[in-house]
């Protein structure tokens, strides 16, 4: 009997470099969703890690280059002990973490969360992991979800 997993590499990576621009975001979803089929993400979870990176996409492109300009690199990482994908939005725009924004940390009532925070919370509860880092001149924004 054939094993259904063999074809699977145990880690691969996958990178798309694109305008920052929210008219992409389509694409980025294309992207992301093209690379967890082959690994036989289950539907749930491709939904909860559509909040994370629209919410987060959508913040690049709104925020990092005040001048309109410039490009963001998504990058997935996928692993199969256990089964998950780490997807990491790069950009070169202005410093930005969006954990340390008001509203970010996680909140026990909706209420409690100012205005702007929501989207943050939001990507944070559908995803297990997020983490910022800047690195030479880059924004690095981490999210992993695993399955």
Not at 1 to 6: E, Q
Not at 81 to 94: C, F, Q, R, Y
Not at 136 to 140: F, K, T
């Given at each position: ?6 074809d ?6 996958a ?14 979803n ?105 690195v ?5 924004v ?6």
């Open positions: 009997m054939l094993n259904p997993d063999a699977i590499p145990s880690v691969s990576v990178t798309l470099v694109l305008p920052a621009e929210i008219e992409e975001l389509d694409r980025v294309e992207f992301i969703h093209a690379e967890l089929n082959r690994r036989r993400c289950p539907m749930r979870a491709q939904y909860q890690l559509d909040i994370a990176i629209e919410e987060l996409f959508v913040n690049v492109c709104s925020y990092a280059y005040p001048d309109g300009t410039g490009t963001l690199t998504v990058r997935c990482t996928y692993t199969t002990d256990p089964a998950s994908v780490a997807v990491e939005l790069i950009d070169t725009g202005i410093p930005f973490d969006p954990l340390t924004r008001p509203g970010a940390a996680v909140s026990a009532d909706i209420a409690d969360v100012p205005i702007g925070g929501l989207g943050i919370l939001m990507a944070r509860k559908s995803v297990d992991e997020m983490r910022y880092e800047r030479d001149g880059s924004n690095i981490t999210i992993v979800k695993r399955w």
